[in-house]
C-alpha cells in the first residue's frame, strides 16, 4: 500500500485529533499550513495558532502564508510536491488552483451531517437549533463551501445536556478517525465517494455579535439550546442592571416555581425559591439559571449571583 505524502491545512484545536493521528501514521507529514499569527485576548499579545504550536513541537514544517496564492507559498508546495493534502477548519476557502494540484487531490473533514449545517459554525448551530444528532464527515473538496462529494460520515448523537465545547471535543476525536480512515482507503485505492443530497442542504453561518443576546421573549426551549450552543464561546448574555450578565448554563425545570400574584409576569422577570434557585420568564414560562457571569467578575452559580444583589420585586433582565 502506498505511502501518502500529505500537506495538512488547519488552524484551531478542533484540528489536532487529526494531526496528531496522521503523524502517528505511516504517511509522511510533510508541512503544515495554517493562518498567520494573530492578536488575541484582552491583552492584544501576537499569539500563534493551536496547530503552528503542534506543529513546532513536533519538528513539523509550518507554512502561514497571508494569501494561497502567493507566490512564495506556491515555490515551496511545489517544492514538497504532496500526494494528498488534507483540511481540518483551516479557515479559508480553498482556491481551484490549490484543489488541483495533489494528485489525489484535497480532502476535508466537517463537523456535521452534510449535506446539514453546511459553514463555519456547524457545531454551535446544531445546538442551537436543538439537534438530536449530528456527526462528521470527509469530503473531496470543490470550490463551493463544503459541498464536494461525501467519502465517509458517521453520525453522533446529541446529549440533551451538551454544550458546544463538549460536543466539539468529541467530533474531533471520532473525526480524526475517521480521516485517517478515509486517507488510507484513498491510498489503497480504494475509496468512493457519492454525491451530497441537495434535498437535504442546510447551512451554519458564522456567528454573529446578535447571536449571543439573550431574548426572554423567546420560548424556554429555544433559550435554553442558545445558552448550551454559544458554551464556551463566545458566551450568551443578557443586560443586568446596565451591565452584561452572561449565562453560560441553565436548564427547564421539572417542576415550574409557584409564581406570585396573577402569574402573569413579563419575559426577563427574576424569581427566585425557597431553594435559592433562580428562574427568569421566559415567552413559555421560566428558565433556571445555573450558572452566571457578572461582567468583569468569575464564573458563580446563579444562586450565588442572587444572594450578593438586592433585586427589588418585578426585577428584570434584558431591559
Known sequence: MKTLRIVFMGT???ALPSLDLLYQSRHDLAAVVTQPDRPRGRGGCVTPPPVKKWAMAHGVA??????????????????????????????????????????LGC???????????????????????????????VIEMVPEMDAGNIILQEELP???DETAGELHDRLAVKGAALLLKAVEALAAGTAQSR?????????????????????????ALSLYNQIRGLNPWPGAYTNCAGKRLKVWRARIPAQPPVLEGDGNAPPGTIICDRSDALFVITGTGPLELLEVQ?????????AEFYCGRRFEPGARLGC
Open 195 to 219: 454525491p451530497q443530497d441537495p434535498a437535504g442542504v442546510s447551512y451554519a453561518p458564522r456567528l454573529r455579535p446578535e447571536d449571543e443576546v439573550l431574548d426572554w421573549s423567546r420560548d
Open 62 to 103: 509550518v507554512l502561514q502564508p497571508k494569501r494561497l496564492l502567493d507566490a512564495s507559498f506556491w515555490n515551496q508546495l511545489e517544492q514538497i510536491k504532496p500526494d494528498l493534502v488534507v483540511t481540518v477548519a483551516y479557515g479559508k476557502m480553498l482556491p481551484e488552483k490549490l484543489l488541483q494540484f495533489p494528485p
Open 12 to 14: 484551531p484545536d478542533f
Open 107 to 137: 480532502i476535508n473533514l466537517h463537523a456535521s451531517l452534510l449535506p446539514a449545517y453546511r459553514g463555519a459554525a456547524p457545531i454551535h448551530r446544531a445546538i442551537m437549533e436543538g439537534a438530536t444528532r449530528t456527526g462528521v464527515t
Open 294 to 302: 457578572p461582567d468583569g467578575k468569575r464564573i458563580m452559580s446563579a
Open 158 to 160: 446529541v446529549h440533551e
